[in-house]
T-cell receptor
Framework: AQTVTQSQPEMSVQEAETVTLSCTYD???????LFWYKQPPSRQMILVIR??????QNATENRFSVNFQKAAKSFSLKISDSQLGDTAMYFC????????????FGTGTRLQVFP | DGGITQSPKYLFRKEGQNVTLSCEQN?????MYWYRQDPGQGLRLIYY???????QKGDIAEGYSVSREKKESFPLTVTSAQKNPTAFYLC????????????FGSGTQLSVL
């Protein structure tokens, strides 16, 4: 079965510091996409970043970047210069096959940013 | 502003009752999804629809039903057959399928009285 694992249920970081959230997944596909979604206290999910597996370059979006290790099937999210507004649940997700219409989500990592 | 509107924000269901959760989008997206979120778990797919008048079961469709009579609307009915309906329900939409960005509503918290 194809799965996605987030091994850190909770993490905390001080404001302005850097934190890395881990995610591993299992797929037999060669071309696929990987996603990090954020769910703030408002509970509305927001896309943070997307990575295309066939691209060597790691995706970046402002303070958010990924460390994508295709062979290891690892897709971690790095948040630089953490801000109080980054406090949220973070979910890793991917489509289990190329022609699928659904995403598999991890169980999430709760990130708390402290002043 | 374009987006997805879910209503109500909170909903209470009595034993044996069917309840309907509303999801409306004005993004002109073809695909719409319903996810269920339980504490400590990721999102699980209930139903999805790629086009009007067509929809498919997701991983946990039992006890739920949907309709897609209009492009902008994708209501979810939680039937009395769903024995454990207490959860947070999220509606999402996208134009290009799940390899593209999903836009989410703000969710409905359903509880059993």
């Amino acid at each position: 079965a194809q799965t996605v694992t987030q091994s850190q249920p909770e993490m905390s970081v001080q404001e302005a510091e850097t934190v890395t959230l881990s995610c591993t997944y299992d797929t037999s596909e060669n071309n696929y996409y990987l996603f990090w979604y954020k769910q703030p206290p408002s509970r509305q999910m927001i896309l943070v970043i997307r990575q295309e597996a066939y691209k060597q370059q790691n995706a970046t979006e402002n303070r958010f970047s990924v460390n994508f290790q295709k062979a290891a099937k690892s897709f971690s999210l790095k948040i630089s210069d953490s801000q109080l507004g980054d406090t949220a649940m973070y979910f890793c997700a991917y489509p289990p096959s190329y022609n699928t219409d659904k995403l598999i989500f991890g169980t999430g990592t709760r990130l708390q940013v402290f002043p | 502003d374009g987006g997805i509107t879910q209503s109500p924000k909170y909903l209470f269901r009595k034993e044996g009752q069917n309840v309907t959760l509303s999801c409306e989008q004005n993004l002109n997206h073809d695909a719409m999804y319903w996810y269920r979120q339980d504490p400590g778990q990721g999102l699980r797919l209930i139903y999805y629809s790629q086009i009007v008048n067509d929809f498919q079961k997701g991983d946990i469709a039992e006890g739920y039903s949907v309709s897609r009579e209009k492009k902008e609307s994708f209501p979810l009915t939680v039937t009395s057959a769903q024995k454990n309906p207490t959860a947070f329900y999220l509606c999402a939409s996208t134009q290009g399928g799940v390899n593209e960005k999903l836009f989410f509503g703000s969710g409905t918290q359903l509880s059993v009285l």
